[in-house]
């Protein structure tokens, strides 16, 4: 079941609600340059297990809407607390991955964690996703200038390398394909406008303000987040349990769809 929800005036995000009858809400919160597509293999298996999960297309990205502005933490925060509270969602899981980790981040320190019983975190970008002085963990802030150029210009060259980069193992042309077309699917102003946030933005106090069990989802191999970045993560938020994946890069959720989807489920049980 796919519908919009009012974020603000003139913003509506797309969500796709599957097996709204489950008994245990999974609310997933996609990355840079995806959208809720990105997860068709966790909802594949976690519906059919009896899962209600919920993917929000971020503003910008897949089929919300996409004004101009409303890229910081606090907004996109903001706009999970709307969906929250307009889908009257309580004692959900809240899961990002990479830069939908960080939104979860900020959403747990800004909102108190309101509707939340759990969070898990993949290849979150956070507490900073670049360098910074007394951070020595992360992308340099050249890099991400790079990608900021790079989309400005040649938006789909830029699509093509950084999906070279994302996954540690090999797959198949079909595939690559249909990974880039999710970046596609985003406007190129809101591509750009995450990036930017990335510069801007840090989550290092967010970190000490959650209290929720947390699980962190992490491919040693990530070379877009770090995996040092989710040490630093592990080793700031209380009762949080780290899962390295050995065989993974920045796309575990695909690298070891298996068992990622089986750490997750466990997770959800505990």
């Known amino acids: 079941m796919g519908y919009y929800i009012k974020v603000e005036k003139n913003v509506k995000l797309y969500v796709e609600d599957l097996n709204p009858e489950g008994y245990e809400t999974i609310l997933f919160i996609h990355g ?4 809720h597509k990105m997860f068709e293999y966790q909802f594949n298996q976690l519906a059919c297990e009896g899962y209600r999960c919920i993917g929000v297309d971020t503003r910008g990205f897949g089929n919300s809407d996409r004004p101009l502005s409303g890229y910081s933490y606090d907004r996109l925060a903001d706009d999970i607390r709307c969906i929250i509270d307009a889908m009257n969602l309580q004692e ?25 019983a759990k969070l898990a975190l993949f290849a979150a970008a956070a507490p900073s996703l670049i360098r910074r002085p007394n951070f020595p963990f992360g992308l340099t802030q ?5 990608l900021i150029e790079q989309t400005a210009t040649d938006r789909p060259a830029m699509l093509r390398g950084f ?11 079909p595939f690559s394909e249909w990974f880039f077309q999710l970046g596609l699917e985003a406007a190129g102003w809101s591509t750009i406008a995450i990036a930017q946030t990335w510069l801007e933005e840090v989550l290092f106090s967010d970190l000490g303000e959650i209290h929720v069990p947390t699980l962190i989802l992490h491919g040693i191999h990530d070379q877009v987040v770090h995996f040092q970045l989710g040490e630093v993560q592990h080793q700031a938020i209380k009762n949080s349990e780290l899962i390295p994946f050995k065989f993974s ?16 489920m466990r997770f959800l049980e505990d």
């Open 249 to 264: 890069g920045h796309g575990a959720f695909y690298d070891e769809r298996e068992k990622f989807n089986k750490e997750l």
């Open 163 to 173: 999906g070279e980069t994302f996954f540690f193992q090999k797959i198949t042309q």
């Open 142 to 146: 050249e890099e991400v200038v790079k």
């Open 32 to 35: 840079w340059p995806a959208n």
């Open 92 to 116: 959900i899981t809240l899961a990002g991955h990479s830069t939908g980790g960080a939104i979860a981040i900020r959403y747990m320190a800004r909102h108190n964690g309101h509707g939340v």
